[in-house]
């Protein structure tokens, strides 16, 4: 459902990181990019609005106001929205030591 709804608003190299017995803060990270600030703004902002209709969690959202780097914490799930320079800057996927051939496009995740 998450990755469903990055992926209507176009959001681009889409990553799942597996966060299970690396962190107790989330079970799934996702990172994605958009191609402008206003572009990540609405991918945010359509995205928080289908978890919230999907299910109870509470969902909480940082950096929507400049919309660089938006942070959507939805409890087991960690979604972090780029634009792309901005992205290979912090470089979270070497942080998390992910293989860069990994690909969420063909996986689904709930909450």
């Known amino acids: ?3 469903s709804s990055l992926e209507e608003f176009k959001a681009q190299d889409i990553v799942k990181i597996d966060l299970i017995g690396k962190t107790s803060m989330a079970d799934s990270m996702l990172i994605a990019s958009g191609t402008s600030s206003r572009q990540i703004r609405a ?3 359509n995205t928080v609005t289908e978890i919230k209709k999907s299910s109870s969690v509470n969902v909480n959202i940082e950096g929507l106001n400049q919309s660089d780097w938006v942070l959507i914490d939805a409890g087991d799930i960690i979604i972090h ?3 792309p320079e901005v992205r290979e800057f912090y470089n979270l996927e070497k942080m998390w030591q992910v293989d860069s051939s990994e690909d969420a496009s063909t996986e689904t995740i709930e909450l």
């Open 43 to 45: 991918i945010a902002e």
């Open 1 to 3: 459902m998450v990755i």
């Open 81 to 83: 929205l780029f634009r």
